[in-house]
C-alpha cells in the first residue's frame, strides 16, 4: 500500500469516527437509525426475486414525486443552497453548490406539472445562492459550502445546468451573464483532446462522467444561439456547442464493444453506477441536443447491456468491474434511478417500447424504498444505497438521490400521458 | 416416435393437455418430468405470478376437487376437451400417465443429474418442454431430435416473456412458435409458425393467453406428426444479431395491450340493427 493510499484509508476512519460521534450530538437520531437498519434487514430476508415478476407497489407516482419534493425543499437551508443529504447520524450537511445547481430543472418541471409556487420560490433562492457563489473567473468550487476554494470543473458544469434552466424560466440577464462566464471558464479549462484534467478535476485525472459537463455546454450553447439568432458562439467567439462535441467525441472513444465504459477514473472507489449512469446521461442528452445518432447509438448499447441486468436479476448492482462484470451486492439507489432516467429518454428518442418497460418498472421498484413515514430528512428520502448500509453514501438520504428518482417520475408521467395520448389520436372516429 | 414431456409441476394442466393429445393423437409417451410442486422456488414463482390469492385459489381446485357440478375445475377452460375423460378430469400429470401407463419422474430441478439420468435411460426421440427450468446444454443434448417448445409468439420478431402482449403493442400478428429449444432464450431452430386466427374474439389478456396455450398444444400434434412423417424440417432463426428479447411487461403497458385487443373486438363484431 502506497502513502496516498494511507493517507485516503486515515482520511475514510477520520470520517467515520467523526461521522460516529454525531449520535452523541443528536441521541434522537439513535431511533430512527435503528429503525431503519432493522427494516432493510428484514426486508432483504423476505424479498424474493425471479424472472416472472418486477416489484410493485401500490403506492401512486405522483405521491412518491411529492414526497421526494417535500424531501427537497426540506433540505433547503436557510442560506438557499439545497443540503447534500441527511446521515442518520449526523443529521443535515451543509448546503452543496454542485447538487442546489443541477436540482433547480427539477424544480422547475415540478413546478411545471401540478403548478406549486413554494417550488418556484425554492429555484429562485438556489439560484440567487449560487449567484453569490460565483468565482471571478466565472468558475465553482467543488465540495461543501464552505469546506474547499478551489475551482471545480464538473461542480461548475453540474451548476451550469441549474443557471441555464433558470435563465430559460425567468429571462434574467444576470443570470445568463453568470452562466456564459462559467461556460468560458469551462471552455479555457479543456485540454486538445475534449477532456479535463489538472488542478479543476477531481484527483488532478480526466474523468468519462464529465460527459455531464458536456451536456451543460451543450444547453448553454442552445440559449446563446437563441440569443444570437442562430450563432451559438458568444460575443468572444466562444463556440459552446464544439466544445461540448469535443468532450463527446473523447468520452466516445472509451466505450468498449461490451458496451462497458473506461475512464471512470475514481482511485479509491469502485466504479459506482452513479458514475456510470452519469457518463451515459451527460452523452445522451448532449447526443440528443446535438443531433448526434452515433452517440445515442452508443448509450442504446450500454444501456442495453444494463437493461438485461436489471430485467434478469431485477435491480442493478451499486458497482461493477470492467464489461459490467462482478456487481456488487448492495444497489446505488441513484444510480438505478438514473438509469431509469436513460431508458425513459431512450424510449423518447427510439420508440422502443422496451426501455419504457424498465423504466416503468425501474420506477416501481424504487418507490418501495422511499420511506412514507420517520422524522424529517428521513420521510421521502432516497437513501445512498439500499441495504442503507451499502458502500455508497451509507447512512445517508441524498439530496442528488431525490433529484434523479424525481427527474424519473417526472420523465414517467410525461411519457406515459403522450403515449395514452397518441394511443387515443390513433383511435377511429367514434361517430 | 419416443416422446417425453417435461412440465412446470404435476399439477401443471398444459403438461397433462400435451400428454394427453399426444397419447390420443399415437404417440404415448415414454415418460413425463416434471417439477416438484412444493418446491421453494416453484411456490414463489406462483406467487410473483398469480398471488396469494391466485395460489390459494389454485390449490384450493387441485386440493378439493369437486365444484358444483361434481366436476373437479378446470383454470383454463379451453384445455377442458383434454382434460376431461370419462370418470371426469385428469388432475395432475400422475392421473394421466397411470391412465396411458408411461412413467413419471418428480424433482427439484430438470437438470439436476438425477433428472438427466431418468430423462437418458427413457433415450427420447422428442422432448416437448411445455414450462420448468432454464435448460442447460447436458439435457438439450439428450433427445435424438431435440426439445421443443411452444413459444406464445411469432419467432423471430417476438423472443421472451409476455409475447402475446407485447405482440399486440408491437403491431405484430398473434400467433404461437413451435421451435427446437437451444442455450439461449427463443432462439432455436423454427418448425412451424401459426397466425392465431381468434384473437379479435378475446376476451382479455388471460383469455388470449389461454387460447393460445390450447392452440399451440394442437399445432404440436400437427408438427410431431410432421417430424414423424419427414415431412417437417426446421429452419435456423434469421436476424439472430437482433436483440429482439422483450421481458416481463409492466401492468401499465399491458393495460394498453388489453385495451389494443379490445379494439380489436370492437372493430370484427358486427354491428347490430336495432328494431
Same mark, same amino acid.
Given at each position: 500500500?502506497?502513502?496516498?493510499?494511507? $493517507?485516503?484509508?486515515? *482520511?475514510?476512519?477520520?470520517?467515520?469516527?467523526?461521522?460516529?460521534?454525531?449520535?452523541?450530538? %443528536?441521541?434522537?437520531?439513535?431511533?430512527?437509525?435503528?429503525?431503519?437498519?432493522?427494516?432493510?434487514?428484514?426486508?432483504?430476508?423476505?424479498?424474493?426475486?425471479?424472472?416472472?415478476?418486477? #416489484?410493485?407497489?401500490k403506492?401512486?407516482? *405522483?405521491?412518491?414525486?411529492?414526497?421526494?419534493?417535500?424531501?427537497?425543499?426540506?433540505?433547503?437551508?436557510?442560506?438557499? %443552497?439545497?443540503? /447534500?443529504?441527511?446521515?442518520?447520524?449526523?443529521?443535515?450537511?451543509?448546503?452543496?453548490?454542485?447538487?442546489t445547481?443541477?436540482?433547480?430543472?427539477?424544480?422547475?418541471?415540478?413546478?411545471?406539472?401540478?403548478?406549486?409556487?413554494?417550488?418556484v420560490?425554492?429555484?429562485?433562492? #438556489?439560484?440567487?445562492?449560487?449567484?453569490? &457563489?460565483?468565482?471571478?473567473? *466565472?468558475?465553482? =468550487?467543488?465540495g461543501?459550502?464552505?469546506?474547499?476554494?478551489?475551482?471545480?470543473?464538473?461542480?461548475?458544469?453540474?451548476?451550469?445546468?441549474?443557471?441555464?434552466?433558470?435563465?430559460?424560466?425567468t429571462?434574467?440577464?444576470?443570470?445568463?451573464?453568470? /452562466?456564459?462566464?462559467?461556460?468560458?471558464?469551462?471552455?479555457?479549462?479543456?485540454?486538445?483532446?475534449?477532456?479535463?484534467?489538472?488542478? !479543476? #478535476? +477531481?484527483?488532478?485525472?480526466?474523468?468519462?462522467?464529465?460527459?455531464?459537463?458536456?451536456?451543460?455546454? /451543450?444547453?448553454?450553447?442552445?440559449?446563446?444561439a437563441?440569443?444570437?439568432?442562430g450563432?451559438?458562439?458568444?460575443? $468572444?467567439?466562444?463556440? +459552446?456547442?464544439?466544445?461540448?462535441?469535443?468532450?463527446?467525441?473523447?468520452?466516445?472513444?472509451?466505450?468498449?464493444? =461490451?458496451?462497458?465504459?473506461? !475512464?471512470?477514473?475514481?482511485?479509491?472507489?469502485?466504479?459506482?453506477?452513479?458514475?456510470i449512469?452519469?457518463?451515459?446521461?451527460?452523452?445522451?442528452?448532449?447526443?440528443?441536443?446535438?443531433?448526434?445518432?452515433?452517440?445515442?447509438? /452508443?448509450?442504446?448499447?450500454?444501456?442495453?447491456?444494463?437493461?438485461?441486468?436489471?430485467?434478469?436479476?431485477?435491480?442493478?448492482?451499486?458497482?461493477?468491474?470492467?464489461?459490467?462484470? *462482478?456487481?456488487?451486492?448492495?444497489?446505488?439507489?441513484? %444510480?438505478?434511478?438514473?438509469?431509469?432516467?436513460?431508458?425513459?429518454?431512450?424510449?423518447?428518442?427510439?420508440?422502443?417500447?422496451? +426501455?419504457?418497460?424498465?423504466?416503468?418498472?425501474?420506477?416501481?421498484?424504487?418507490?418501495?424504498?422511499?420511506?412514507?413515514?420517520?422524522?424529517?430528512g428521513?420521510? !421521502?428520502?432516497?437513501?445512498?444505497?439500499?441495504?442503507?448500509?451499502g458502500?455508497?453514501?451509507? &447512512?445517508?438520504?441524498?439530496?442528488?438521490?431525490?433529484?434523479?428518482?424525481?427527474?424519473?417520475?417526472?420523465?414517467?408521467?410525461?411519457?406515459?400521458?403522450?403515449f395514452?395520448?397518441?394511443?387515443t389520436?390513433?383511435?377511429?372516429?367514434?361517430? | 416416435?419416443?416422446?417425453?414431456?417435461?412440465?412446470?409441476?404435476?399439477?401443471?394442466?398444459?403438461?397433462?393437455?400435451?400428454?394427453?393429445?399426444?397419447?390420443?393423437?399415437?404417440?404415448?409417451?415414454?415418460?413425463?418430468?416434471?417439477? @416438484?410442486?412444493?418446491? @421453494?422456488?416453484?411456490?414463489?414463482?406462483?406467487?410473483?405470478?398469480w398471488?396469494?390469492?391466485?395460489?390459494?385459489?389454485?390449490?384450493?381446485?387441485?386440493?378439493?376437487?369437486?365444484?358444483?357440478?361434481g366436476?373437479?375445475?378446470?383454470?383454463?377452460?379451453?384445455?377442458?376437451?383434454?382434460?376431461?375423460?370419462?370418470?371426469?378430469?385428469?388432475?395432475?400429470?400422475?392421473?394421466?400417465?397411470?391412465?396411458?401407463?408411461?412413467?413419471?419422474?418428480?424433482?427439484?430441478?430438470?437438470n439436476?443429474?438425477?433428472?438427466?439420468?431418468?430423462?437418458?435411460?427413457?433415450?427420447?426421440?422428442?422432448?416437448?418442454?411445455?414450462?420448468?427450468?432454464?435448460?442447460?446444454?447436458?439435457?438439450?443434448?439428450?433427445?435424438?431430435?431435440?426439445?421443443?417448445?411452444?413459444?406464445?409468439?411469432?419467432?423471430?420478431?417476438? @423472443?421472451?416473456?409476455?409475447?402475446p402482449?407485447?405482440?399486440?403493442?408491437?403491431?405484430?400478428?398473434?400467433?404461437?412458435?413451435?421451435?427446437?429449444?437451444?442455450?439461449?432464450?427463443?432462439?432455436?431452430?423454427?418448425?412451424?409458425?401459426?397466425e392465431?386466427?381468434?384473437?379479435? @374474439?378475446?376476451e382479455?389478456?388471460?383469455?388470449?393467453?389461454?387460447?393460445?396455450?390450447?392452440?399451440?398444444?394442437?399445432?404440436?400434434?400437427?408438427?410431431?406428426?410432421?417430424?414423424?412423417?419427414?415431412?417437417?424440417?426446421?429452419?435456423?432463426?434469421?436476424?439472430?444479431?437482433?436483440?429482439?428479447?422483450?421481458?416481463?411487461?409492466?401492468?401499465?403497458?399491458?393495460?394498453r395491450?388489453?385495451?389494443?385487443?379490445?379494439k380489436?373486438?370492437?372493430?370484427?363484431?358486427?354491428?347490430?340493427?336495432?328494431?
Amino acid at each position: 500500500m502506497n502513502s496516498g493510499e494511507d $493517507n485516503a484509508m486515515t *482520511g475514510q476512519i477520520a470520517k467515520a469516527l467523526t461521522e460516529a460521534t454525531g449520535l452523541l450530538r %443528536g441521541p434522537q437520531r439513535v431511533v430512527p437509525l435503528i429503525g431503519k437498519l432493522v427494516f432493510d434487514k428484514l426486508r432483504i430476508g423476505f424479498e424474493q426475486r425471479h424472472l416472472y415478476s418486477y #416489484a410493485t407497489t401500490k403506492r401512486a407516482s *405522483g405521491d412518491v414525486l411529492n414526497s421526494l419534493l417535500r424531501w427537497i425543499l426540506d433540505a433547503q437551508r436557510p442560506d438557499g %443552497g439545497i443540503a /447534500a443529504y441527511y446521515s442518520l447520524l449526523t443529521g443535515y450537511s451543509e448546503s452543496y453548490p454542485e447538487v442546489t445547481g443541477y436540482i433547480i430543472p427539477t424544480l422547475y418541471d415540478f413546478a411545471r406539472a401540478p403548478g406549486d409556487d413554494r417550488v418556484v420560490a425554492a429555484a429562485e433562492r #438556489a439560484t440567487g445562492w449560487l449567484l453569490s &457563489l460565483q468565482m471571478p473567473t *466565472g468558475a465553482f =468550487s467543488g465540495g461543501l459550502q464552505g469546506s474547499e476554494a478551489q475551482p471545480s470543473v464538473f461542480n461548475t458544469g453540474q451548476i451550469l445546468q441549474g443557471l441555464v434552466r433558470a435563465h430559460m424560466e425567468t429571462n434574467r440577464a444576470e443570470i445568463l451573464e453568470a /452562466a456564459v462566464a462559467a461556460g468560458n471558464w469551462l471552455v479555457k479549462m479543456q485540454q486538445e483532446n475534449g477532456s479535463w484534467l489538472g488542478p !479543476g #478535476a +477531481y484527483q488532478a485525472v480526466a474523468h468519462t462522467y464529465y460527459s455531464m459537463v458536456a451536456w451543460a455546454l /451543450a444547453e448553454l450553447s442552445e440559449v446563446v444561439a437563441d440569443h444570437h439568432h442562430g450563432h451559438n458562439d458568444n460575443d $468572444n467567439g466562444v463556440d +459552446y456547442g464544439l466544445a461540448a462535441e469535443k468532450n463527446l467525441d473523447w468520452v466516445l472513444s472509451h466505450f468498449r464493444p =461490451s458496451g462497458w465504459v473506461d !475512464g471512470i477514473n475514481l482511485r479509491g472507489h469502485p466504479d459506482y453506477l452513479h458514475f456510470i449512469a452519469y457518463v451515459l446521461q451527460g452523452v445522451l442528452e448532449c447526443a440528443i441536443l446535438r443531433r448526434r445518432s452515433d452517440a445515442v447509438e /452508443a448509450v442504446a448499447k450500454s444501456a442495453w447491456a444494463l437493461l438485461r441486468k436489471f430485467e434478469t436479476n431485477k435491480y442493478l448492482p451499486g458497482a461493477y468491474e470492467p464489461d459490467f462484470k *462482478g456487481g456488487q451486492r448492495f444497489t446505488c439507489v441513484t %444510480g438505478n434511478a438514473q438509469m431509469s432516467c436513460v431508458w425513459l429518454r431512450l424510449f423518447e428518442v427510439t420508440d422502443d417500447l422496451r +426501455y419504457l418497460n424498465a423504466g416503468l418498472k425501474m420506477n416501481e421498484m424504487l418507490k418501495q424504498l422511499i420511506p412514507t413515514g420517520g422524522p424529517r430528512g428521513v420521510a !421521502g428520502g432516497v437513501s445512498g444505497s439500499y441495504p442503507v448500509w451499502g458502500c455508497y453514501q451509507p &447512512l445517508r438520504y441524498i439530496s442528488w438521490g431525490c433529484k434523479f428518482f424525481a427527474d424519473a417520475l417526472l420523465l414517467e408521467q410525461r411519457l406515459t400521458q403522450s403515449f395514452e395520448a397518441s394511443t387515443t389520436e390513433a383511435l377511429p372516429c367514434a361517430s | 416416435m419416443r416422446i417425453v414431456v417435461l412440465g412446470s409441476s404435476v399439477y401443471s394442466e398444459t403438461a397433462c393437455a400435451m400428454a394427453v393429445r399426444m397419447a390420443e393423437s399415437g404417440h404415448v409417451p415414454v415418460g413425463a418430468l416434471a417439477l @416438484r410442486t412444493l418446491d @421453494r422456488g416453484t411456490l414463489l414463482r406462483k406467487l410473483g405470478q398469480w398471488g396469494v390469492r391466485g395460489v390459494a385459489r389454485y390449490a384450493r381446485a387441485k386440493l378439493i376437487p369437486h365444484r358444483s357440478d361434481g366436476q373437479p375445475p378446470v383454470r383454463n377452460l379451453y384445455l377442458e376437451p383434454e382434460l376431461k375423460h370419462s370418470g371426469g378430469v385428469f388432475r395432475s400429470l400422475r392421473e394421466v400417465a397411470a391412465a396411458y401407463g408411461f412413467p413419471i419422474l418428480v424433482c427439484n430441478d430438470q437438470n439436476a443429474p438425477d433428472s438427466i439420468a431418468g430423462l437418458r435411460e427413457w433415450s427420447p426421440d422428442l422432448i416437448i418442454f411445455t414450462g420448468g427450468n432454464i435448460l442447460r446444454k447436458q439435457l438439450l443434448e439428450i433427445p435424438r431430435l431435440g426439445v421443443l417448445n411452444v413459444h406464445l409468439g411469432l419467432l423471430p420478431e417476438i @423472443r421472451g416473456m409476455s409475447s402475446p402482449e407485447w405482440s399486440l403493442l408491437k403491431h405484430v400478428p398473434v400467433g404461437v412458435t413451435i421451435h427446437y429449444m437451444d442455450a439461449e432464450i427463443d432462439t432455436g431452430p423454427i418448425l412451424q409458425r401459426y397466425e392465431f386466427p381468434d384473437a379479435a @374474439r378475446c376476451e382479455s389478456l388471460s383469455d388470449l393467453r389461454n387460447r393460445l396455450i390450447a392452440f399451440g398444444i394442437e399445432k404440436v400434434a400437427d408438427v410431431v406428426s410432421g417430424l414423424d412423417r419427414r415431412t417437417i424440417s426446421a429452419t435456423h432463426q434469421p436476424d439472430l444479431d437482433k436483440d429482439n428479447q422483450f421481458f416481463v411487461m409492466h401492468e401499465w403497458l399491458q393495460a394498453r395491450a388489453a385495451e389494443r385487443l379490445a379494439k380489436r373486438r370492437v372493430a370484427t363484431v358486427p354491428e347490430t340493427v336495432n328494431g
